[in-house]
């Protein structure tokens, strides 16, 4: 096995928890990375989400199609992991799509791996700690924080949102119109708050 890609798996479980290099070796052998297009559906909706993505290359989002209008759900960008929490969790059928918004590269981390691991070390029980991860922007919304707030957060925490998504979408991600988006820029650009 290639130590590059071992390099790689340890950099994206470093976050997750504590695991020696032969766990690490054990995880890399077992994970998958797959190539992806733009617009490629990792996750379709009304499917059962059996697998956690960590972007290695590439910008993700998580979309519900239910209205007129799609609803941007959450937006990965590379290093982050990501999957549908309700569904992997539940083992129910997903809400929401998830879909490349750009080529990339995922590490793909199964239902079933992780449950092989867990087998063979409850060392590898750490891994559900990336079941928080799923919750985390639903503790970011619960917040009730103005538009003005919720600008700053992506600023200060994922700026990078900015450069690889278009402000349509960084405005549904945020649940503001375009235009409140607009005047919100323009506000913090001025100094104002």
Request: glycine letters at 4%; charged letters at 15%; one cysteine or more.
């Amino acid at each position: 096995m290639a130590e590059e890609w071992i390099s790689t798996v340890a950099q994206r479980l470093t976050p997750i928890g504590t695991f020696s290099p032969e766990q690490v070796r054990m995880v890399a052998h077992r994970v998958h990375r797959r190539f992806v297009d733009k617009d490629t559906i990792l996750l379709a909706a009304g499917t059962i989400c059996q697998t956690i993505y960590c972007s290695l290359e590439g910008a993700f989002y998580q979309v519900s199609n239910n209205g007129e209008e799609p609803v941007i759900i959450d937006l990965h960008l590379p290093g982050q992991w990501f999957f549908n929490h309700q569904s992997f969790v539940t083992q129910t059928p997903s809400a929401y799509t998830i879909q490349a918004y750009s080529d990339g590269i995922v590490l793909e981390l199964t239902i079933q791996v992780i449950h092989e691991l867990i087998a063979l070390s409850p060392v590898f029980l750490q891994l559900g700690s990336l079941l928080n991860q799923g919750t985390d922007r639903i503790r970011f919304f619960d917040q009730n924080l103005t538009p003005v707030q919720k600008y700053q957060y992506v600023l200060d925490y994922q700026p990078q949102l900015l450069h690889r998504f278009p402000l349509k979408m960084i405005a549904a991600y945020l649940k503001m119109t375009p235009e409140t988006l607009s005047r919100v820029r323009e506000r913090l650009a001025r100094g104002l708050s």
